[in-house]
């Protein structure tokens, strides 16, 4: 997971990062004070989250959230803020959230349990192939199983949809 922090105030940055770490410490976090910068840094760089403080010199959070929207349609904007009267117009821009500082590893994780868009995280599905071969994906990467036998079970159990199906019958369906 890509995050994006942008906050003007270098102790607040440092603070939202930390929480964001701490929550989730996989994700790749990358931390402006500068929103231009950040703005350059996301162009080909495609964040799935993005938490942006609203007052910052320059540009607004308000309008480096609308620059973000317009390149990436899906991201997840979460404004972290000290202002309480943005909430209409973050929304207008569809947020994923609104939290008030000081934020909370409680406040940070609950936002990212909850986003409106999928992350790239979340993309890497499961597809099953089972024309000419069967072969199944995670994400775009092949599923190698170690024995033939355990492609044949989950086979099977792909046929069934979800039916129930007895050891006895997935044994005389392998052992004809």
Do not use: C
């Not at 102790?11 to 964001?20: D, W």
């Not at 989950?154 to 005389?172: C, E, N, P, Q, Y």
């Amino acid at each position: 997971m890509q995050i994006l922090v942008v906050d003007d105030e270098e102790e607040s940055l440092k603070s939202i990062t930390r929480l964001v770490r701490s929550v989730r410490p996989e994700a790749e976090v990358h931390s402006f004070t500068d929103p231009s910068e950040a703005m350059k840094a996301a162009y080909g760089n495609r964040p799935d989250v993005a938490f942006l403080d609203i007052m910052m010199p320059g540009i607004t959070g308000m309008e480096l959230a609308a620059g973000l929207k317009e390149m990436y349609p899906d991201i997840n904007i979460i404004f972290a803020t000290s202002h309480s009267n943005y909430m209409g117009e973050a929304f207008k821009l569809h947020a994923s959230g609104y939290l008030m500082k000081p934020l909370t590893s409680d406040m940070v994780e609950r936002e990212l349990s909850d986003l409106r868009h999928r992350t790239q995280e979340s993309e890497k599905a499961v597809r099953i192939v089972t024309f000419g071969s069967f072969s199944v994906f995670v994400g775009d990467r092949p599923v190698e199983f170690k024995y033939s036998k355990s492609e044949e079970i989950f086979a099977i159990l792909v046929d069934m949809r979800g039916k129930s199906v007895t050891t006895d019958r997935i044994k005389k369906l392998l052992w004809r």
